[in-house]
């Protein structure tokens, strides 16, 4: 029985295994070692960079919803104070006009970041 084989015979965990063949004289193993280690180090990266950019976008998608939220309720509020006040049916026609379109841009704003 060589060394090696004894060696995994005596361990019992994957981390013990990886640790006694790192010190393998046989280059063509330590180069697949190696080249397993850049992997997961790649790969290590690379999610780390997934997740920055899910967060960067996270925070545009936040950012782009209060901007297009806070200026649409004022709109509707004081245009429907205004045409609660107006007596003109004409005037209250175009105001409704107003707050029809700023109800359709609150919906569409819902709408699409709601799905996020």
């Known amino acids: 029985m060589n060394l090696r084989q004894q060696s995994e015979d005596k361990t019992d965990a994957f981390d013990e295994a990886i640790g006694l063949s790192t010190y393998s ?4 193993g330590v180069l697949s070692y190696v080249s397993i280690f850049e992997n997961l180090w790649k790969q290590t990266e690379l999610y780390e960079q997934l997740k920055s950019h899910d967060r960067i976008q996270q925070e545009f998608i ?37 707050i029809r379109n700023a109800k359709r841009l609150q919906r569409l704003t819902n709408d699409i970041f709601d799905t996020y």
Request: charged share 25%; net charge positive; hydrophobic share 40%.
């Open 25 to 28: 004289n046989s280059r063509p």
């Open 62 to 98: 936040n950012v782009a919803a209060h901007e297009l939220r806070t200026p649409i309720q004022p709109i509707m509020s004081l245009t429907e104070m205004l045409r609660a006040k107006i007596k003109d049916v004409k005037q209250q026609e175009m105001l409704e006009v107003t």
